[in-house]
Every structure is written in C-alpha cells, then in structure tokens.
C-alpha cells in the first residue's frame, strides 16, 4: 500500500518576516561528492545539502567502493583516486535524481566495471538517451529499454576516446557527464552548448586541479588528468532560495533576507526576471568561496508586472520556472515563457503541471507546446492539489497556498525532501512575523 502525505497550508495574514539560511546547493554537492570521490586524498565538505537526490549520489559512491562520512550538512569523502572504483555487486539506485544518473553515468562509461543504474517511476520515463548517444560516441558499451533510451541503463566500462561533440539541447547534465567521460578517455573531449548551462563542472574539476578550457560555449577537457581532494564550502541554494523571494515579493507585508545564496551568474536567472517585473530585490555582502560567489538577497513584497522569458534565459532558471509561474499570476498583464520544452522532461512534466495545479487554485495558466501563457493579475483560492511526486511543484504549491483565501491541501508533499528537507519547518517559523530563523 503506498502511504499518501498531506500537508495543509493557509493563508498568511501578516506576510513571511525573518532572517533565514537555505540549505546547500544541490548541484555542487552532487559534483562533490563524484569529485571528491575521485580525487586523491581526504575532500572536506561543508555545507553539503542533506536533501534524498544527493543521499542517493552518496549510496552511489558508497557501492562503489568510496568511503563517505556524512553527520549532516558535513562530509568527509575519502578518495583514492578514480582506478580504485570497484565494481558495484548490485543496482545504483538513484532514486528521483536525474543529475545523479546521468553524471554518474559519465564518470563510469570509461572504467572497467560493470555497472546496472536504474531509479524511481519518474526516472523510468526521463530520456536517457541524451547521455548515452555522446557517450556510445565515445566507444562506450552501454544500454537501456528502447536502445538506451530508458532505465535501467547498462554500462560495460572500457577505454573511451574524445569526442568533439555539439549538444542539441540545452543541460547542464548531458555537458557535466561528457566532462567526467572526457577526464578519462584517450585525447581531448570538447563540448559545445545551445545556450550556456549551470558551470558548477568545470569550476569544480579546476578546483581539483584539472586543467579545462573555456571560451564562449566551448568546453575542453584532456583526458588522463587526476584530481587532488580539496575542502569545500557549498553555498545556500539559488533554486531553494527562489520560492522565499517569490513568497517575499508577491506576499503582501513580507519581508525576508536569506543568507550566503550561491549567485552564479549562470542560475541567477530568477533575479534579473523577478527585477525586471518590479520585484525588490537588494544583494549585499558578495563574497567568493570554494570558486563559486554567494551573497545575502533581502526580498520586500513589492507589485509585479508581467514579462516575456525565452532563449538563453532558460537555462538560467529553468528549474525555477514553477515558482515564476506563481509569480506572474500575481503580476498584471500577460507572462509568456517560451523555448522551455526541456521542462517536459523534468521530475514531471512541468509545463502540464505547473498549469492543472495553480488552475486548480484560480489562476489563468495556458499550456503551448514550449512553454506557458499566465493571465494575471488574479486572486487564488485554497483547493485540494497535487505535487505529482515532484518537489519544485509541491513547494511552489505551498507558497500559493500561503497566498490564497482559505486552506490548501498538497497531497505527495513528501516530494519536497529531495531538494529542501527542512522546507516546511522554515516556512512556518517565517509566518511568525519578526522572527530571526537561521538554520
Ligand atoms: O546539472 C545539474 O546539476 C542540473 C541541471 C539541470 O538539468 P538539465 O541538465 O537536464 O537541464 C537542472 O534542471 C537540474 O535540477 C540540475
Ligand atoms: C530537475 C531537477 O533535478 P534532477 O534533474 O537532478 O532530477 C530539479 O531539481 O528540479
């Protein structure tokens, strides 16, 4: 029997007040923990994001022969270098994590091991074959259901050679596990991008001492490079950082400053769009640690007007598109989003998604094949909804639901522990006006 979790949110009078911190970033700490595990030496890391997608990388790892101490947020990962990968004695299971299968995959294709990687009902139906055509171009042996298109995927590790590879689309993962089959492979790998996707890859493999170059949206990599452990220190969350700035901006009487959030430029999409729509958005104490920049981001509730978002935008946010979407049904005029069809093939659908639920509660949402048309300004109403198992969808839900009238019910709101475990538990003391919450 599976056991359905709900959780009811109502409407916040007072707005959400207080000074918070967002968990790690969930794509450093994945690469962290496939980098760290690679390297040679002891990799220190702090701030690591305790969320199920990167647990699973580290179960991964684990069943690969790499010892991993993790008490929280803190990991020690110790490495031996990538030749002392073992052969795992059973499946990787990677759960709901897209990012853990695919890089994951990369780093494998090229080492003698034979390996079975398979996850979760949305994994199953997510395209697999985005990493396996480049990397079958590499000489690797691998499969999957519809010849490697699905899970479970097969991979036969052998000797792999470089490639010079264009991506068709746009991600940030195809990119990061042509990298991890590049470090390995005989010659030098290059990869260029649609549009320019998250860097997290290529700051970190340079941080561990490999030699990469970078010019426009042009990726190389020589093979046979080795890494050298290092400490890291994982900024807050750009993604997770979004819903509290949409919830500051379109709350009314909302006030809120969240701490240390990761700013690189290549996911800060959520801010210039939130600005360009008239959000208050002030970004003080710029720092950088571990190669990549953070700041404080103080959000104030503030009227918002609709906007077009497009092209190389995308990438910029794209995992931070469900919570856009709650925002341009507070703003007036109409928001298009469009050139955004990799959102189909997300944790869900997220185009269909986005629109049934917040429709569901009020809204003006419109499907196209690309992407969506929001009809704001208008008023939502608590209703019975569904994250579909998806988290961005069930906090994006959530942060509605403290706008509308009444009560809202989110059925599967467990999904939220992938990315952001402790969410709910921030969200409520911020409805306690004037609290200071770090966590
Ligand atoms: O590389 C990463 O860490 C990620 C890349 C993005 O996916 P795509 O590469 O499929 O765009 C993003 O949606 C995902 O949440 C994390
Ligand atoms: C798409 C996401 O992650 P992944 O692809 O790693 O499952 C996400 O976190 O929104």
Redesign the pocket.
Known sequence: MKLVTVKVVRKTKNGLNGTIAVPGD??IS??AIMLGGIANGKTVVKGFLPGDDCLSTISCLRQLGVNILQEGDYLEIDGKGIKHLREPASVLEVGNS??TI??LSGLLAGLPLYACLQGDSSIAIRPMNRIVEPLRLMGAKMDGRQDGKYTPLTINGRSLQAINYTMPV???????AILLAGLHAIGTTSVTELHV??D??ERMLEAFGVTIHRSGKKVTITGKQSLTAITIDIPGDI?SAAFFLVAGSIIPNSHITIQRVGINQTRTGIIDVLERMGASIKITGKEEQSFEPFADLEVKFAPLKATEIAGEMI?RL??EIPIIALAATQAEGTTIIKDAS?LK??ETNRINTVAEELNRMGAHIETTGDGLIIHGKTPLKGAYVNSHGDHRIGMMLSIAGCLADGETVIENSEAIKVSYPTFFEILSKLQEINQTVIE
């Not at 746009?170 to 990061?176: D, G, L, N, R």
Request: net charge positive; hydrophobic share 25%; aromatic share 0%.
């Open positions: 969930k794509s994945h690469r897209g990012t695919r890089l746009a991600s940030a993962q195809v990119k990061s996707s998250r997290h890859t993604s990438p794209i995992d990799e093939v997300k």
